[in-house]
C-alpha cells in the first residue's frame, strides 16, 4: 500500500513528464506560402503555379527566421513551401519593431485561412436612422439580401473612430496618422485598408449594389485556400490621355476589395498612409488649409493603391521572381475578360466591378462577369465642387 508521501512523489513525476511532452510539440501551426512567378496568363484556368525546385531558398534576405525546410503539396495539386513559424515576440517588444513587423505581429496573414463573412461599408449616418438617405437603401439592402449568413455593418464616422481605436489600440502611429488626416475622404479611404487588415471580409461603399453573392466572384475551381485578396480593375483607358483621367493606366478600384485578414498588401499600404501622414504633419503640410504634399489620389486614394498591389506582385519575399521574364505590369491586365490568378491574388476584368459604364470594354449589368455596380454618388457630389483630382476616390462608402 502506498503512503502518501510516495504516492505524493509519483503524481508530482507524472506530471513533470506530461508537461516536459507538451513543451516539446510547438503550438505554432506552420505556414504555407505559394511558390510560383507572378506572372500572370490568359485566365484563372492556366494561371498555374510553378513547379518549386526540391531544396531551393524563398526566404527573403535577413529573415533567418523564416528559412525554407521542406516542399509538400496542397491538396489542390499545387506546390507550396514550407515556412518554419517565426519566432513569437514578447509583447513588451514589440512597440519598439518597425511599423510593419508591428503590424504582421498584431494582424498575422493566414493564406489558406477563410475568407471572413463580413462586409464592411461607411456612411455618416445609419441605415436605421432617419437621416440615411432613401436613394442608399436600395444599394445597402442588396448586401444584405445576397448575403443573408454574412455579418453587414454599415460604420458611422462617430463609429469609425472608436472601433480603429479599439482595433489598433496597440499600433498608436496608426492611430495617431488617422486622428491627424484632415479631410473626410482621407479617413474614408484609409478605413477600408485598416478594416479589412484587421477583421478581413469585404469592403465595399455605400452607394454600390451587390449584383451577384460574394461566394461566386471567383470560380469554384479556384479553391479559397490559395488566394486571399481579391480586386478589380477601375480603369484601362486604351487612349493617349489617359493620365488627363486616371492615376494609373491600369487602375485597381478601391470601392470593393475582399480580403483575408492581415494581407500583406493591406499591410503595406496601412503602413505606407501612416509614414507619408505621419511625415507630413511633421512637416506642416498635413492641414485642410494647406496645399498637400500628394492628392487624395495619389496619398490613399486608387493611385497608392495600384502601386501597392504591383509592388506586391514584383516582391521577391513573396514571390520566386527567377522564373519570370520581367516586372508585372498594366501591359498583363489590359482587356483581360475573366478573371487571373497572380500568386495569392484574384484580379477580376473591369465589368466585375464596374458594368454598365459604356467604356473601356466593360459589359453591362447582365454580364456573367458583373458583381458589384457603383453608382458614383460621391464623385458627382466632387465633380459639383470642382475636385475633380479626387473623383475616384471619394465614393464613401462567421466564415464560408
Known sequence: MLSFKRALLIAGSLLAFFLFLRSTHSGNKPVW???????????????????????????????????????????????FVYKKPKMQVIMGDVTVKPLREQLAYQFPYDPEGKFPAYIWQTWKHSPSSGEFADNLRPAEASWTELHPHFTHEVITDNVAVHLIRHLYASVPAVLEAYSALPLPVLKADFFRYL?????????????????????DWVPAEVPRSTYGLVIGIEADPDRPDWHDWYAR?????????????GHPVLREIVAKI???????RRAGRLSAND???KTVMEFTGPGVWTDTVFNYFNDDEYFDLSTGSGNISWEQFTGIRQAKKVGDVVVLPITSFSPGIGTMGAGEDDDPMAFVKHAFEGALTLFALGLRDSVPSTSLSVFW
Open 33 to 79: 506560402r505559394p511558390r510560383n512567378s507572378p506572372k500572370p496568363t490568359g485566365s484563372y484556368t492556366d494561371n498555374q503555379l510553378n513547379t518549386a525546385q526540391d531544396g531551393s531558398d524563398s526566404s527573403s534576405p535577413g529573415d533567418a527566421a523564416a528559412k525554407t525546410a521542406v516542399l509538400k503539396t496542397a491538396e489542390s495539386g499545387e506546390k
Open 195 to 215: 478594416i479589412l487588415l484587421a477583421r478581413g471580409g469585404i469592403y465595399s461603399d455605400i452607394d454600390t449594389t451587390a449584383l451577384k453573392c460574394a461566394v
Open 249 to 261: 493606366r491600369i487602375q485597381f478600384c478601391q470601392w470593393t476589395i475582399q480580403a483575408k485578414p
Open 274 to 280: 501612416t509614414e507619408d501622414a505621419l511625415a507630413m
Open 291 to 293: 496645399d498637400p504634399d
